[in-house]
């Protein structure tokens, strides 16, 4: 399958866009592309019309079908489908999948980072089955998330087994979070998985990208068919080609033959600034026991006003995101107050090729995503991760045997789940949530 990711200049006049716009449509026709997609927020010449329209049916009516129909005369100009994601007039984010052979339509609903989420819906509960149903396309499955819905693992876990995940971001990231993210989603659902994104101010430092990696964690080859001569992943107006020729079914089984290394294996440890608590890795074991054990791989240390939550995940069980989210998230730990969280990975026998190749990337993410400490135990290897506000990676140097670890940073789901109109997050949205896992459990 002939995948097109369009990385979008939006810097440009209004002229140049349509231009452009219109180019990349016949550029996808011309090279019979099989599937076009756009960033979030993605411009189209009918802009200003979209930004009066309702996705959804609100008091004043639903759009829907009119916001339909401009895509899908994108999509036969294209000459194939089509997936495009905007905000609509009260500003839900979603992402729409239109085909011009037989006017299907699939959408999805952004829900974090947002200010009307899919977590408003009040039929969200039943509304989780068609948002999380897979796109099927010549023999494919396909799942969309939007943007920082990809920080967290569950929205694209939720459409099962799935030979693609595509990811549409708004642009402007930081390279390595995002690209953590991005292989952590490839390598836990053993798919391949795709992101664009967009330029759309010049004053902001980072640079806009586009993703992609096979579910061994390998960069997925590109062509870029509108600049022959760029090779980079951050090509302003580039038409980024993907040419999918594996199913899902051959990355079930994890062939290290076929994976390559961690791009940020090596990331030099530092020291945290702010110390809290020290510990060695063989003191966090040694808490794993009857004491300190409140329900089945969850133990608590309770430390002044402080409870740090260990979560035991030894071996391979920390790579299915599922363990992960039903233990953080248990009602077993509602009733303790000032939490942080350690997720402890064990192993008796630690193959270093797979944990350069695998391991490494999957902790780094589940430190990221949970906003935790996460603590990598074997007699072959000790890691300890953190990360920052802005969930930048950080590995902790072992000081005389000990982590010098920063509690602040390790609030878990508590710093993620409340009201803040910045981010674009409510409080309320944590009890959806887990719906997901929930579903995904039983």
Sequence with gaps: MKIG?????????????????????????????DLLVFPEHAYCPEDEKLDDLAFLSYDDGCDYETIADIYLNYAKIAGCPIIFSRCDK?????AIYVSPFNGEIKWYGKHIATYNSSFDLSDYEECMEYIFSPIEYKG??????????????????????????????GGHVDYKKWSIYQRARALENRCNHLCTMAYFNRQLRNKSYVFGFDGFGKKLNYTIINNNKYTG????????????????????KFKINKAEEDEFLNTKPSINKNISVEFSPEEI?????????????????????ENIIIIDLPEYKIEDPINVEKLMYHEKLNEYKNKKYLILNRWNELDLDYYSKRLSTILKARAAENFCIVMLVSPQKNECIQVGLNKNVQIVQCKNGTYGLDLKRASGPESFWKNNYNIGIKAKWRNKYKLLISRLLY
């Design 90 to 94: 009260y500003d839900f984010i979603y």
């Design 285 to 305: 074991v040694g808490l794993l026991n009857h004491k300190n054990k409140i329900y089945e791989d969850i133990y608590i240390l309770s430390l002044e006003d």
């Design 233 to 252: 992943n951050d090509l302003k107006n580039g038409l980024y080609v993907f040419d999918i020729d594996k199913k899902h079914r051959d990355f079930i």
């Design 140 to 169: 494919y499955k396909i799942g969309i998330t939007v943007c920082y819905d990809v920080t967290k693992p569950l929205f694209s876990r939720s459409y099962g087994d799935v030979d693609i995940l595509l990811n549409l971001t």
């Design 5 to 33: 990711m369009f990385l979008q200049d939006q810097t440009l006049c209004v002229q140049s866009m349509n231009k452009t716009f219109y180019e990349i449509l016949s550029y996808a026709n011309q090279n019979k592309l």
